[in-house]
């Protein structure tokens, strides 16, 4: 995985760095609303859009869940698409604290290139949004295959240390809009990626961050599984791992979003504070 660059970087970092690295806007959104809709009402001067459902992603299936990864081909020609070359480094930002551009800095780093989330996102820079199209040259982006070594299917997933980055009522089963069947994944872990984070999108202090890993009995990444609803947000918390010095995870895509679609597969829930079994 690409180590010459953290896997967080500040906005003072990026203008000490004009010009030497691609800012790539990757605001999507759960509810369907259109991240190109925001970028082109305003993005951070000389970002280019880069479209999760797109170029992130392969076609979603209950086999595969909602954000599979794209075939290798697919993703390098949205890179290409987008003026980047196998050489540049890329720094990634949303309007979510980072939860959702961690998908392309995950990918990239995976495969070896050197990218980063901007810490703060939109907010960290203090300037007015531009309206500004880039118009880049076409990049010479190569695909490669994505690393088994930093991914777990499904039967992975539910016989190793799972980490789960969804939001903690949907860990619990308390409520999940969105997948079929509400709980997690028989024995794993809590760790939202969103309580990593300050109310303006900002990571919170190392020490706090660590603790939220460590109350969940984390303290390595090595060995470890990270899921979330499809294979987005869990990439924040395997990002920050990285960035807190424990090491790399493997990333379950699928997620429970695959995971809640095989009904031949137990769950868990949480009813007051108790751990209910469903075969």
Same mark, same amino acid.
């Given at each position: 995985?690409?180590? @010459? !660059?953290?896997? +967080? *970087?500040?906005?003072?970092?990026? &203008? ?6 691609? /800012?790539?806007?990757?605001?999507? =959104?759960?509810? %369907? ?15 280019? +859009? ?5 170029? !992130? ?6 086999? &595969?869940?909602?954000?599979? /990864?794209?075939?290798?081909?697919? +993703? ?14 890329? *720094?990634? =930002?949303?309007?979510?604290?980072? *939860? ?17 989330? /901007?810490?703060?996102?939109?907010? &960290? ?18 695909? %490669? ?10 039967? @992975?997933?539910?016989? %190793? ?7 903690? =009522?949907? +860990?619990?089963?308390?409520?999940d809009p969105i997948d079929p069947r509400p709980g997690h994944i028989p024995g794993a872990v809590n760790v939202p990626c969103r309580e990593n984070l300050d109310a303006a999108g900002y990571l919170l202090p190392e020490p706090k961050i660590r603790q939220n890993f460590e109350r969940a009995g984390v303290v390595s990444a090595p060995g ?14 395997? /990002? ?12 379950? *895509?699928?997620?429970?979003?695959? =995971? ?10 949480? !009813?007051?504070?108790?751990? !209910?079994?469903?075969?």
């Amino acid at each position: 995985m690409g180590d @010459e !660059l953290k896997p +967080f *970087v500040d906005w003072n970092w990026c &203008a000490a760095r004009a010009g030497t690295f691609v /800012l790539a806007d990757c605001r999507w =959104y759960l509810d %369907g609303a259109s991240g190109l809709d925001a970028y082109q009402r305003g993005h951070l001067p000389g970002a280019v +859009f880069m479209d999760l459902d797109r170029w !992130l992603s392969g076609p979603a299936s209950p086999e &595969a869940g909602r954000n599979p /990864l794209p075939d290798p081909e697919v +993703f390098a020609e949205g890179m290409r698409e987008a003026g980047i070359n196998d050489s540049d480094t890329v *720094v990634a =930002y949303d309007d979510a604290g980072g *939860v959702i551009a961690a998908r392309l800095v995950w990918m990239l780093r995976s495969t070896g290139h050197n990218a980063a989330i /901007l810490n703060g996102g939109m907010g &960290a820079y203090s300037g007015e949004p531009s309206t500004d199209t880039p118009s880049p040259g076409r990049g010479s982006f190569t695909a %490669g295959a994505w690393p088994s070594r930093f991914i777990a299917d499904i039967s @992975e997933a539910a016989s %190793g240390a799972a980490v789960d980055a969804r939001n903690r =009522y949907r +860990f619990e089963g308390r409520q999940d809009p969105i997948d079929p069947r509400p709980g997690h994944i028989p024995g794993a872990v809590n760790v939202p990626c969103r309580e990593n984070l300050d109310a303006a999108g900002y990571l919170l202090p190392e020490p706090k961050i660590r603790q939220n890993f460590e109350r969940a009995g984390v303290v390595s990444a090595p060995g470890t599984i990270t899921y979330c609803g499809s294979g987005v947000t869990a990439c924040h918390n395997l /990002l920050m791992m990285e960035h807190l010095g424990m090491g790399h995870g493997k990333l379950f *895509v699928g997620g429970w979003s695959q =995971y809640g679609h095989a009904m031949d597969r137990p769950v868990e829930i949480l !009813l007051d504070h108790s751990v !209910l079994h469903l075969e």
